[in-house]
Nanobody, 115 residues
């Protein structure tokens, strides 16, 4: 059974940092690409960052230079480091892993940026 468990969300002040983790079980994460998405209330889910199985990365323009996606295949875990956070980064963040026809989602973790 495949399971993705996100952690690390919470409340942070504008300008602060948070690090999210996505621990995978039931799959060999090294074979999968990983994405982080977010969904704010009343808005569509949007792709924030991606990392391929080979380590190549892509970012949404809104987070370039502030967020960093990474992975540790030895721990079967992916990460999203978020710096210089803004109120508009407030959302539920989800990790997603994909390979061929396989696609799995985590349950999401809330990130709130507020003073």
């Amino acid at each position: 059974q495949v399971q993705l468990v996100e952690s690390g969300g919470g409340l942070v002040q504008p300008g602060g940092s948070l690090g999210l983790s996505c621990a995978a079980s039931g799959i060999r994460l090294s074979l999968y690409a990983m994405d982080w998405y977010r969904q704010a209330p009343g808005q569509q889910r949007e792709l924030v960052a991606s990392i391929g199985s080979g380590g190549s990365t892509n970012y949404a323009d809104s987070v370039k230079g502030r967020f960093a996606i990474s992975r540790d295949n030895t721990k079967n875990t992916g990460y999203l480091q978020m710096n210089s956070l803004k109120p508009e980064d407030t959302a539920v963040y989800y990790c997603n892993v994909r390979r061929l026809t396989f696609n799995y989602w985590g349950q999401g973790t809330q990130v709130t940026v507020s003073s």
